[in-house]
T-cell receptor, first 114, second 109 residues
Framework: DAEITQSPRHKITETGRQVTLACHQT?????MFWYRQDLGHGLRLIHY???????NKGEVSDGYSVSRSNTEDLPLTLESAASSQTSVYFC?????????????FGPGTRLTVT | RKEVEQDPGPFNVPEGATVAFNCTYS??????FFWYRQDCRKEPKLLMS???SGNEDGRFTAQLNRASQYISLLIRDSKLSDSATYLC??????????FGAGTRLTVKP
């Protein structure tokens, strides 16, 4: 069965370190997304990609970067982790198209920055 | 003002009760609307899309009021398994989804 996975599921890191969260999907979806979820804010879009070599900034992109070298993977990098980036991070994917299509979410990564 | 606002709850209801959630959105250009369900510490999953004419899926009914810019979700005959957080999602541009903070529902025996 097709799926979307994230790793690690839990991560503790120190302020100032670079951290990369992995996202891998076997749906063969062109669209991939990264969100963070914080209490009281719901999910907020960090970055998204519509295909290989395409990346776009979302609502809360400062301090984060992504790269898309293949269809399956969209790693999220925190260049210099800050305590404000302690959050739960969800990756999602959807089919191509101009319509509003269902997004399938990974299980999430809980990141703590100390 | 947040783009998508929901009553955070919690809503505590007995089994068999009917419960309704509302969600308001600020962007009148919004095109598509959804309800997602999120269980504790799990990923969100699509519950249902919301169509202009309203739609029903078993015990769940979703309504859209474009004039007043709100959507609603009605759950009839609540089950223990309905306990979750319900996220309102509004889409203005393709693939630009804005999530509400969620409404927490607990169904008690």
């Amino acid at each position: 069965d097709a799926e979307i996975t994230q790793s690690p599921r839990h991560k503790i890191t120190e302020t100032g370190r670079q951290v990369t969260l992995a996202c891998h999907q076997t749906w063969n979806h062109n669209n991939m997304f990264w969100y963070r979820q914080d209490l009281g804010h719901g999910l907020r879009l960090i970055h998204y990609s519509y295909g290989v070599q395409d990346t776009n900034k979302g609502e809360v992109s400062d301090g984060y970067s992504v790269s898309r070298s293949n269809t399956e993977d969209l790693p999220l990098t925190l260049e210099s982790a800050a305590s404000s980036q302690t959050s739960v991070y969800f990756c999602a994917s959807s089919e191509s198209g101009t319509g509003s299509l269902q997004q399938y979410f990974g299980p999430g990564t809980r990141l703590t920055v100390t | 003002r947040k783009e998508v606002e929901q009553d955070p709850g919690p809503f505590n209801v007995p089994e068999g009760a009917t419960v309704a959630f509302n969600c308001t959105y600020s962007n009148s250009a919004s095109q598509s609307f959804f309800w997602y369900r999120q269980d504790c510490r799990k990923e969100p999953k699509l519950l249902m899309s919301v169509y202009s004419s309203g739609n029903e899926d078993g015990r769940f009914t979703a309504q859209l009021n474009r004039a007043s810019q709100y959507i609603s979700l009605l759950i009839r005959d609540s089950k223990l398994s309905d306990s979750a957080t319900y996220l309102c999602v509004v889409n203005t541009m393709p693939n630009d989804m804005r999530f509400g903070a969620g409404t927490r529902l607990t169904v008690k025996p």
